[in-house]
T-cell receptor
Framework: GAGVSQSPSNKVTEKGKDVELRCDPI?????LYWYRQRLGQGLEFLIY????????KSGLPSDRFSAERTGESVSTLTIQRTQQEDSAVYLC???????????FGSGTRLTVV | GDSVTQMEGPVTLSEEAFLTINCTYT??????LFWYVQYPGEGLQLLLK?????DKGSNKGFEATYRKETTSFHLEKGSVQVSDSAVYFC???????????FGTGTRLQVTL
């Protein structure tokens, strides 16, 4: 597609429920990143995909968080048993390997009530 | 570890005022440096970048110079407009296609 697409744009969920966030990167972009942006804070790295594999998942905050990517395409970030501190905007970005300049999606605003 | 420190916001300026947003970094090796901008309701967009010492990145009237000796990458604009109101993030990358490390962001509000 023309840009990085994320869905849903907004998600309100009850504490303890599981949520799944989706990212469609730009076609041909082999690298894909997930970041979290809490209110009033900077961007926090979660995980990086190169193709199907995730060479850096050092930012995932707990084992409740997982992510997968199929081919060099869609990625899903899953949060199990959501907690209130998971409330944030989750941003996805993609880039071509070896290219600087990531393209970000508009994010998914997650609110855990 | 790598880190980026930005000046606290919000920064409020009148239209046509001079803008400086300070950014300093700590990194191993020789990072590339970036400024991203997030307009209200939109995703982050790359504003400018510099990949080696003394490089100057520029775009839309904004400039930033990579200063290795002071580990800084301050963002400047000579005359801001209301449409520049946004949150500005400084970031670094120490390897090709590796993760970006971001500062906390600086909110700029420009008034008439």
């Amino acid at each position: 597609g023309a840009g990085v697409s994320q869905s849903p744009s907004n998600k309100v969920t009850e504490k303890g429920k599981d949520v799944e966030l989706r990212c469609d990167p730009i076609s041909g972009h082999t690298a894909l990143y997930w970041y979290r942006q809490r209110l009033g804070q900077g961007l926090e790295f979660l995980i990086y995909f190169q193709g199907n594999s995730a060479p850096d998942k050092s930012g995932l905050p707990s084992d409740r968080f997982s992510a997968e990517r199929t081919g060099e395409s869609v990625s899903t970030l899953t949060i199990q048993r959501t907690q209130q501190e998971d409330s944030a905007v989750y941003l996805c970005a993609s880039s071509q390997t070896g290219s600087y300049g990531y393209t970000f999606g508009s994010g998914t605003r997650l609110t855990v009530v | 570890g790598d880190s980026v420190t930005q000046m606290e916001g919000p920064v409020t300026l009148s239209e046509e005022a001079f803008l400086t947003i300070n950014c300093t970094y700590t990194a191993t090796g020789y990072p590339s440096l970036f400024w991203y901008v997030q307009y209200p309701g939109e995703g982050l967009q790359l504003l400018l970048k510099a990949t080696k010492a003394d490089d100057k990145g520029s775009n839309k009237g904004f400039e930033a110079t990579y200063r290795k000796e002071t580990t800084s990458f301050h963002l400047e604009k000579g005359s801001v407009q209301v449409s520049d109101s946004a949150v500005y993030f400084c970031a670094l990358d120490t390897g090709t296609a590796s993760k970006l490390t971001f500062g906390t962001g600086t909110r700029l509000q420009v008034t008439l």
